[in-house]
């Protein structure tokens, strides 16, 4: 069966799942939010490194330290600080990266001779097997993840993902290429130069890992003003929505582990936009729902996260409706692979827009 046949028999069976009717009202009042190119990035980051994590789990590693190790192999001796930049990711995160991967036995981390406030890297023979093993690991997944794409919509989001990153104005953590570069170009001389920094710059994960860095910082900027992140911001259209709401329910239709909700609920409730209430037939459980404070601050932040997402429209152009669309199919086809799950009612209508062919809204919020 061909990756088209395979995308038509797994929509069909999805559209006949039953879904309540209230279910079916929060998704549909929320389709523009889950239709936002950074929700549906960030739940297909999400995705591929618990897929990530399934496949190449015996190996101990993570998709983060996966690329460290990619990056050492190509270039021994490396200080943390530039592979911190080779990877895109601050330093901190670098740091604890190197010397998990060094307590794994896969790196060999020393002060530099030329500058003592260095650390120079260098791969052990173990992590030079490692990481070959983790590169056909990473193939196979790759084709796991992908099993719905054909060819040609595979090039075509890999090519939307590069536009996203190199041109959406924003401040992740400073990515730059061994060639100095910090932007995809013509990439046939830099293949021959650097394999291993090509092969990773290639990966279906580092292009969605490094795509949720940028649409994050884009919308952490756009959203100053009110000091909200994407989660808190997602938490509280959510609760706006299907007020009252459980925090279990509320996990689900973000598609957050248990504990992460937690936390971005409590900081809410100790900011004062949301109220925690027992349940009136169990007072174990509690109900959430927004104060007057955090109605007022929802009304506030949509245009910001509208403005955030126009930023990602923008740059796609013409080519907005056949992204949401190829992301709308990885995740749909791919969402049993994740560990966190996902409301069924929110599943099951992006699956109906694709057999529908209907593309998502222009207007996100």
């Not at 309540?20 to 523009?32: G, H, K, Y």
């Not at 239709?35 to 999400?46: D, E, V």
């Not at 192999?73 to 604890?96: E, F, K, N, W, Y």
């Not at 990153?165 to 830099?190: H, K, L, N, Y």
């Amino acid at each position: 069966m061909n990756a088209t046949a395979k995308a038509d028999t797994l929509l069909a069976a999805l559209t006949q799942e039953p879904v309540d009717a209230e279910a079916q009202r929060i998704a549909a009042t929320l389709d523009t939010f889950y239709t936002r190119p950074g929700y549906m990035i960030r739940r297909a980051h999400q995705i591929s490194n618990a897929s990530f994590v399934e496949d190449l789990g015996s190996l101990g590693i993570t998709p983060t330290q996966m690329s460290s190790l990619v990056v050492v192999c190509d270039c021994p001796g490396i200080d943390q600080i530039t592979l911190a930049r080779r990877i895109g990711v601050d330093r901190t995160t670098a740091s604890m990266v190197v010397n998990g991967l060094a307590q794994h036995g896969f790196l060999r981390c020393e002060r530099s001779a030329r500058d003592a406030r260095r650390n120079e890297v260098t791969a052990t023979r173990a992590g030079m097997a490692c990481t070959q093993l983790a590169r056909d690991f990473a193939m196979t997944n790759k084709g796991k993840l992908l099993h719905a794409f054909t060819p040609q919509d595979e090039a075509t989001l890999q090519s939307l993902l590069k536009r996203l990153i190199d041109t959406v104005p924003a401040s992740p953590p400073e990515w730059i290429r061994p060639d100095g570069t910090v932007q995809f170009g013509t990439e046939d001389a830099f293949a021959e130069d650097f394999p291993g920094h090509f092969g990773l710059y290639t990966a279906f994960g580092f292009l969605l890992r490094r795509a949720h860095q940028t649409l994050e910082a884009a919308f952490i900027d756009c959203c100053q003003p009110v000091n909200l992140t994407p989660r808190r911001y997602g938490v509280l259209r959510v609760v706006e929505v299907a007020e009252p709401l459980e925090q279990i329910a509320l996990a689900r239709w973000l598609a957050l582990d248990g504990s992460t909700a937690a936390s971005v609920v409590t900081e809410l409730v100790r900011r004062g936009h949301l109220d925690r209430t027992p349940h009136p037939s169990d007072r174990r459980r509690r109900l959430l729902q927004l104060t007057d404070e955090g109605r007022t601050l929802v009304e506030t932040a949509l245009p910001l996260a509208r403005e955030a997402s126009l930023r990602a429209l923008a740059v796609l152009g013409d080519d907005a409706a056949e992204f949401g669309r190829l992301m709308q199919l990885f995740l749909v086809s791919n969402d049993s692979l994740s560990r966190v799950a996902s409301e069924r009612a929110v599943t099951q209508r992006a699956a109906q827009f694709l057999q529908d062919g209907l593309a998502p809204s222009a207007d996100p919020r």
